[in-house]
Nanobody
Framework: QVQLVESGGGLVQAGGSLRLSCAAS????????MGWFRQAPGKEREFVAT????????YHADSVKGRFIISRDSAKNTVYLEMNSLKPEDTAVYYC?????????????????WGPGTQVTVSS
């Protein structure tokens, strides 16, 4: 049974940093793209960043480029999202996802697996 479990969310002041983790289990993900999405209240789920498990190639949304960094540790089967210079508009539930995709830009509908999410709140 595939499981993605996020951790590391919390409350932080604007300008601060958080690191999210996504522990993946239940299968090998060599042919998957792992990603982070976020969803704020009343808004659609938004793409944040992806990483191809096999190569480590990454892609970041323009809204987070230069502030967030996605990475993975193959030995720990874990994907990370390092978030720096956080802004109040980054407040959302952050979800880890896995998708079989040739490209790095994936839509929420393309995800095969989802984690339950972790809340990130940035105060001004």
């Amino acid at each position: 049974q595939v499981q993605l479990v996020e951790s590391g969310g919390g409350l932080v002041q604007a300008g601060g940093s958080l690191r999210l983790s996504c522990a993946a289990s239940g299968r090998t993900f060599n042919d998957y793209v792992m990603g982070w999405f976020r969803q704020a209240p009343g808004k659609e789920r938004e793409f944040v960043a992806t990483i191809r498990w096999s190569s480590g190639n990454t892609y970041h949304a323009d809204s987070v480029k230069g502030r967030f960094i996605i990475s993975r540790d193959s030995a720990k089967n874990t994907v990370y999202l390092e978030m720096n210079s956080l802004k109040p508009e980054d407040t959302a539930v952050y979800y880890c996802a896995a998708a079989r995709s040739d490209g790095l830009i994936i839509s929420a509908r393309a995800a095969d697996y989802w984690g339950p999410g972790t809340q990130v709140t940035v105060s001004s």
